[in-house]
């Protein structure tokens, strides 16, 4: 809808946005309505439409703000000599921008997952900008590899800080987020493959084994239509089975979709192990890591979805994915990494870059086709070992 054209339609819509970034960050976006945001907002429900045409659009605009908000603020910071001080600034505006806009950063996260539009219209506007700060160091396409891999890395840093443990994000994470874009993940070349690896591809059931076919036809169903619009019958039937079959194997959806994300879970850890038999070093085992992460985000095009509504249907689920991943990741590093294998000594936080990073360059190049021109070694390359 066009914007208000007097003074005090403008503070009305602004209000109603602020409401409703309130109401989706207690009670979530799907479960929200317009009689939620208005109540919040001291407003009769049929003024809202006055304003907006629905609650998507609403949402969109939250989402507009805290990007515009974040570009504005990335886009007004004086230019650094180097491109560790030029990606410690992005860090550091990054996470002011996602602390004072919280609940519209966690409205985003929740709409982003099952809206790709609105996705693309978040992160390709602010890592255009946060690309043409890099591309003063790193010119032509790796400026753009660079800023979706610290895109990546300020997401999960403020998801886990902000979001998850309810607090601030701790300075040495804007210093370490500065360091791996500039320096690189590790100090070491970058191991390259010739041909390009291939890994095992995702297991079908074995036809008598209905309980397989159906967490197969659940994830793709949850995917496709989200957690709550997914329907039991609908599973059902994916799979070929009549509708109680379902109770079966599940007691409710709810149980459903938690088997969904650890049997997701679990094919990523497997995947990652049997991708890095035989590496040299621990620097090998992480490149190679991300390739097993491409090839499961191929085989499990809906999982980004269907991980960010399990989480908003119920947050222990995020713990048991994302957790459970970060803490035998961290743990790990802990064990194998020698001294001078990468560019921070902090376990926690290199996993969660690590981590981030390949959430945000998966969903780039994989779902969205994106880094034209560079092959799959020279996208990690450029990430390893930094900005030169």
Same mark, same amino acid.
């Given at each position: 809808?066009?914007?208000p054209?007097?003074?005090?339609?403008?503070?009305?819509? @602004?209000?109603?946005?602020?409401?409703?970034?309130?109401? !989706?960050?207690?009670?979530g976006? *799907?479960?929200?309505?317009?009689?939620?945001?208005?109540?919040?907002?001291?407003? #009769?429900?049929?003024?809202?439409?006055?304003? !907006?045409?629905?609650?998507?659009?609403?949402?969109?605009?939250?989402?507009?703000?805290?990007?515009?908000?974040?570009?504005?603020?990335?886009?007004?910071?004086?230019?650094?000599?180097?491109?560790? =001080?030029?990606?410690?600034?992005?860090?550091r505006?990054?996470?002011?921008?996602?602390? /004072?806009?919280?609940?519209?950063?966690?409205?985003?996260?929740?709409?982003?997952?099952?809206?790709?539009?609105?996705?693309?219209?978040?992160?390709?506007?602010?890592?255009?900008?946060i690309?043409?700060?890099?591309?003063?160091f790193?010119?032509?396409?790796?400026?753009?590899?660079?800023?979706? =891999?610290?895109? %990546?890395?300020?997401?999960?840093?403020?998801?886990?800080?902000?979001?998850?443990?309810?607090?601030?994000?701790p300075?040495?994470?804007?210093?370490?987020?500065?360091?791996?874009?500039?320096? %690189?993940? &590790?100090?070491?070349?970058?191991?390259?493959?010739?041909?390009?690896?291939?890994?095992?591809?995702?297991?079908?059931? #074995?036809?008598?084994?209905?309980?397989?076919?159906?967490?197969?036809?659940?994830?793709?169903?949850?995917?496709?239509?989200?957690?709550?619009? *997914? /329907?039991?019958?609908?599973?059902?039937?994916? #799979?070929?089975?009549?509708?109680?079959? +379902?109770?079966?194997?599940?007691? &409710?959806k709810?149980?459903?979709?938690?088997?969904?994300?650890?049997?997701?879970?679990?094919?990523?850890?497997?995947?990652?192990?049997?991708?890095?038999?035989?590496?040299?070093? /621990?620097?090998?085992?992480?490149?190679?890591?991300?390739?097993?992460?491409?090839?499961?985000?191929?085989?499990?095009?809906?999982?980004?979805?269907?991980?960010?509504?399990?989480?908003?249907?119920?947050?222990?689920?995020?713990?048991?994915?994302?957790?459970?991943?970060?803490?035998?990741?961290?743990e790990?590093?802990?064990?194998?990494?020698?001294?001078?294998?990468?560019?921070?000594?902090?376990?926690?936080?290199?996993?969660? *870059?690590?981590?981030?990073?390949?959430?945000?360059?998966?969903?780039?190049?994989?779902?969205?086709?994106? +880094?034209?021109?560079?092959?799959?070694? @020279?996208?990690?390359?450029?990430?390893?070992?930094?900005?030169?």
């Open positions: 809808m066009s914007a054209a007097t003074p005090k339609g403008l503070r009305t819509r @602004e209000r109603l946005i602020e409401a409703s970034g309130a109401v !989706f960050a207690r009670k976006c *799907a479960a929200s309505g317009v009689a939620d945001i208005c109540a919040a907002a001291g407003l #009769a429900v049929g003024g809202f439409y006055r304003y !907006f045409a629905s609650k998507e659009e609403i949402v969109t605009a939250l989402t507009r703000e805290l990007r515009d908000d974040m570009i504005r603020a990335v886009s007004e910071l004086p230019q650094q000599k180097t491109a560790q =001080a030029e990606a410690l600034g992005v860090a505006a990054f996470f002011d921008c996602a602390g /004072r806009r919280i609940d519209a950063f966690k409205a985003m996260r929740e709409a982003e997952a099952a809206n790709e539009a609105l996705a693309r219209d978040f992160y390709g506007p602010l890592t255009e900008v690309a043409g700060r890099l591309g003063r790193s010119p032509g396409p790796a400026a753009s590899a660079h800023a979706w =891999a610290l895109l %990546g890395t300020l997401y999960f840093f403020a998801v886990k800080f902000m979001v998850w443990d309810k607090g601030a994000v300075a040495d994470a804007a210093e370490a987020s500065a360091v791996l874009c500039a320096s %690189g993940i &590790s100090r070491k070349s970058f191991p390259w493959w010739e041909p390009a690896l291939s890994g095992p591809s995702q297991a079908r059931p #074995a036809p008598g084994d209905t309980g397989a076919i159906m967490l197969v036809a659940a994830e793709e169903v949850f995917g496709r239509c989200g957690y709550n619009g *997914a /329907r039991v019958s609908e599973i059902a039937k994916k #799979a070929g089975f009549a509708a109680g079959t +379902f109770y079966l194997f599940f007691g &409710s709810k149980e459903a979709l938690e088997k969904v994300v650890l049997r997701m879970r679990d094919c990523l850890v497997k995947k990652a192990a049997t991708y890095s038999v035989g590496s040299g070093s /621990r620097v090998e085992t992480e490149a190679l890591a991300f390739r097993a992460l491409f090839d499961f985000i191929r085989e499990h095009p809906y999982g980004y979805r269907i991980m960010r509504e399990a989480e908003f249907a119920d947050p222990a689920l995020a713990d048991a994915y994302y957790g459970y991943i970060l803490r035998n990741y961290a790990q590093l802990r064990k194998a990494a020698r001294p001078g294998d990468f560019n921070t000594d902090d376990n926690e936080l290199l996993a969660l *870059a690590l981590m981030g990073m390949g959430h945000m360059l998966g969903m780039k190049r994989v779902l969205w086709g994106g +880094f034209h021109g560079m092959s799959e070694n @020279e996208l990690l390359k450029a990430v390893f070992e930094g900005i030169k």
